[in-house]
């Protein structure tokens, strides 16, 4: 969400939203121009079948993304605001890699007429070099040809590899915030660091549950599973059941 006060909606909403720790960057499209170098051993192209549709929502799981239903990806290919394509190994087949992208003048009339990267993924076992660079230039190029001006994305702060990427292909760093939806994916983002390991599991459960309600957990004894749960001046201990 493109907002200025982001303080101001997750006070509103502060069981469903969460300020993503992610940098913001933006490519000027105007500006730019295609890659000369063509890949080898795979190329790009939109979904065009369920088995495509498929391929993309188990990749996405496979790289511990939010994935979309596959039936949601195959109907991209009738909605002029989503753009989903593929990376498939010209050898085998496969789909290596996957990217979404979205038109903002289509999906919400966009005045500036931008458009955005959402989620790039490629297969771990992929043989071959570049298939994120050539998924991202090959969006960007699928926007120019349709008279946007910039493509946006979000990517997380300590994506070392993802950001020097993003920054070769001339991406530029942008005051803006992503706010998300909280779901089990993005979960450790907005929860903390899990219970200490010497937790028994009842404790476990229980001290996670109170991390994911925003309540503050303290372990008093983790060998003995006594903690300490504060919300705000009201405090309690409490102690699980011995696992065994």
């Not at 088995?51 to 239903?69: F, G, K």
């Not at 903002?104 to 458009?115: C, E, K, L, N, T």
């Not at 120019?144 to 590899?161: F, G």
């Not at 001290?207 to 919300?231: K, M, N, P, S």
């Amino acid at each position: 969400m493109y907002v200025t006060d982001p303080h101001i909606m997750i006070s509103l909403a502060p069981q469903e939203l969460f300020l993503d720790p992610s940098h913001a960057f933006r490519l000027k499209l105007d500006d730019y121009r295609p890659a000369t170098d063509p890949h080898r051993g795979f190329r790009t192209r939109h979904v065009e079948t369920a088995e495509d549709a498929e391929e993309v929502h188990n990749l996405y799981r496979r790289r511990q993304m939010v994935p979309p239903p596959a039936d949601f990806v195959l109907a991209s290919r009738d909605n002029h605001g989503l753009c989903y394509l593929v990376a498939e190994d010209e050898h085998s087949g496969r789909i290596i890699g996957a990217v979404t992208g979205v038109d903002h003048v289509s999906a919400f009339g966009d005045p500036q007429g931008g458009s955005s990267l959402w989620a790039l993924a490629v297969d771990a076992q992929a043989e071959y070099p570049g298939v994120g660079e050539t998924l991202t230039r090959q969006l960007a190029e699928h926007f120019k040809a349709l008279d946007r001006h910039y493509m946006d994305l979000s990517v997380m702060h300590d994506n070392r590899h993802a950001i020097r990427l993003y920054r070769k292909l001339g991406f530029k760093r942008i005051d803006t915030f992503a706010l998300k939806y909280k779901n089990a994916f993005n979960e450790p983002l907005f929860i903390g660091e899990p219970p200490e390991e010497a937790l028994n599991p009842y404790a476990k459960l229980i001290v996670r549950e109170a991390q994911r309600r925003g309540i503050g957990v303290r372990v008093l004894d983790a060998e003995e599973g006594y903690f300490e749960l504060h919300l705000g001046d009201a405090a309690w201990c409490a102690a699980s059941p011995s696992a065994s």
